[in-house]
């Protein structure tokens, strides 16, 4: 198990928001941080392996396929 040292909830929210709230509260944390982030826009999954692939924040874990609420694990570099 991940150590989680924040969360953020941006179920209901509709990209982009879930990718800006995600972006703003990881600027808060320090390198090697983990933030749980709980989504339930359709195209998250996507979205965030790409902001992942794009920022260099590691993905560390992601649940939910069965397209509902995803859970993504994103470690701060």
């Known amino acids: 198990m991940n150590k989680i040292d924040s969360e953020l909830d941006v179920r209901g929210l509709k990209c982009p928001l879930p990718i800006l709230r995600t972006k703003k509260t990881l600027a808060t944390m320090s390198s090697g941080q983990v933030l749980k982030v709980m989504a339930t826009d359709p195209g998250a999954r ?32």
């Open 46 to 77: 996507k979205d965030f392996e790409a902001f992942a692939r794009q920022t260099g924040h590691e993905m560390e874990d992601q649940s939910g396929d069965d397209g509902s609420e995803f859970v993504f694990l994103i470690r701060r570099k």
